[in-house]
């Protein structure tokens, strides 16, 4: 018991606290889960299947054209997604932020497609918006068009794809932070003149706007690891060949680990590299209390 004490006695002098161990499992977790497989991949990356240099399959990938293209391709898809996402959010999350009769409804009905999987989603817009379905043949009875419009298997359709299953989630995050924003500070504004667009302007968007900018980011590096999509509801051969696909392919068709290691690197390097940019510039904006409870 002694030696427990004086043991636990010589931590806190040096400024351990033994509240740190309760954080040891996680850390554990964190380690075996994520760090070790990231170190394995990117060591991985360095041995190429055919020999060469250390950067060998970073070489391959950037020589190939085909291949490099999939960075465009991925970038041209999440990041209009991303923005949709989060600039259809902040007027539906403003007009919920307040009290009313099925309030609780419909914000269920906004994040019903969390549930549905990127699967489902994109079975329902093939059957929704696919050249036989009821968008077309309504159309088409209507005869506003001869021919049905291609809204599926192509560059729309991934993206509709993705602003249904990112909506959600970015919808939320709007919610949060807004609900966080004092209410009472629009009201003085009210009190002395200012009109309803002035107040957002002026105080609720440059108030939002590092939440706005953190949402961004996590809708767009979800849009951006885009896979299913690209398969199901897209043209994994052309125009939404994604950067995941061509390490998928990589992996489980040429059965070359090496290079597909390379290409996953790549790919989080591209995504770091937008993270980055978007923290700076979040950076720069407002940082100091809302005022309220977030």
């Given at each position: 018991?002694?030696?427990?004490?004086?043991w636990?006695?010589?931590?806190?002098?040096?400024?351990?606290?033994?509240?740190?161990?309760?954080l040891?499992?996680?850390?554990?977790?964190?380690l075996?889960?994520?760090?070790?497989?990231?170190?394995?991949?990117?060591?991985?990356?360095?041995?190429?299947?055919?020999?060469?240099?250390?950067?060998?399959?970073?070489?391959?990938?950037?020589?190939?054209?085909?291949?490099?293209?999939?960075?465009?391709?991925?970038?041209?898809?999440?990041?209009?997604a991303?923005?949709?996402?989060?600039?259809?959010?902040?007027?539906?999350?403003?007009?919920?932020?307040?009290?009313?009769?099925?309030?609780?409804?419909?914000?269920?009905?906004?994040?019903?497609?969390?549930?549905?999987?990127?699967?489902?989603?994109?079975?329902?817009?093939?059957?929704?918006?696919?050249?036989?379905?009821?968008?077309?043949?309504?159309?088409?009875?209507?005869?506003?068009?001869?021919?049905?419009?291609?809204?599926?298997?192509?560059?729309?359709?991934?993206?509709?794809?993705?602003?249904?299953?990112?909506?959600?989630?970015?919808?939320?995050?709007?919610?949060s932070?807004?609900?966080?924003?004092?209410?009472?500070?629009?009201?003085?504004?009210?009190t002395?003149?200012?009109?309803?667009?002035?107040?957002f302007?002026?105080?609720?968007?440059?108030?939002?706007?590092?939440?706005?900018?953190?949402?961004?980011?996590?809708?767009?590096?979800?849009?951006?690891?885009?896979?299913?999509?690209?398969?199901l509801?897209?043209?994994?051969?052309?125009s939404?060949?994604?950067?995941?696909?061509?390490?998928y392919?990589?992996?489980?068709?040429?059965?070359?680990?090496?290079?597909?290691?390379?290409?996953?690197?790549?790919?989080?390097?591209?995504?770091?590299?937008?993270?980055?940019?978007?923290?700076?510039?979040?950076?720069r904006?407002?940082?100091?209390?809302?005022?309220?409870?977030?």
């Open positions: 018991m002694s030696n427990t004490l004086s636990q006695h010589r931590l806190a002098e040096r400024g351990v606290d033994r509240k740190l161990w309760l040891l499992p996680a850390t554990i977790f964190v075996l889960l994520f760090i070790y497989p990231f170190l394995y991949g990117l060591s991985l990356s360095f041995q190429p299947m055919n020999g060469g240099g250390v950067l060998a399959n970073y070489q391959k990938f950037f020589d190939d054209a085909y291949q490099r293209d999939t960075i465009l391709t991925t970038l041209k898809i999440s990041l209009p991303a923005l949709l996402n989060v600039l259809a959010a902040v007027p539906i999350a403003f007009r919920m932020r307040g009290r009313f009769r099925g309030k609780r409804l419909l914000t269920t009905l906004l994040v019903v497609p969390i549930t549905l999987g990127t699967v489902l989603t994109a079975q329902g817009l093939l059957n929704y918006l696919g050249p036989t379905g009821w968008f077309n043949r309504v159309l088409m009875s209507l005869h506003l068009i001869d021919d049905p419009v291609r809204l599926t298997n192509n560059y729309w359709g991934v993206f509709f794809s993705l602003i249904i299953t990112g909506f959600p989630f970015a919808f939320l995050l709007v919610l932070y807004l609900s966080g924003i004092d209410p009472t500070l629009e009201r003085a504004a009210a002395l003149g200012a009109s309803r667009s002035q107040r302007r002026r105080i609720t968007l440059p108030l939002l706007a590092p939440g706005l900018a953190t949402t961004f980011l996590l809708t767009f590096v979800l849009a951006f690891s885009v896979f299913p999509s690209a398969v509801v897209g043209n994994p051969a052309g939404t060949r994604v950067i995941s696909l061509a390490a392919q990589a992996a489980y068709e040429q059965y070359d680990y090496a290079y597909a290691s390379a290409i996953a690197m790549i790919m989080g390097a591209v995504e770091l590299v937008v993270v980055v940019i978007v923290l700076l510039w979040r950076a904006l407002y940082t100091g209390s809302t005022g309220g409870k977030g």
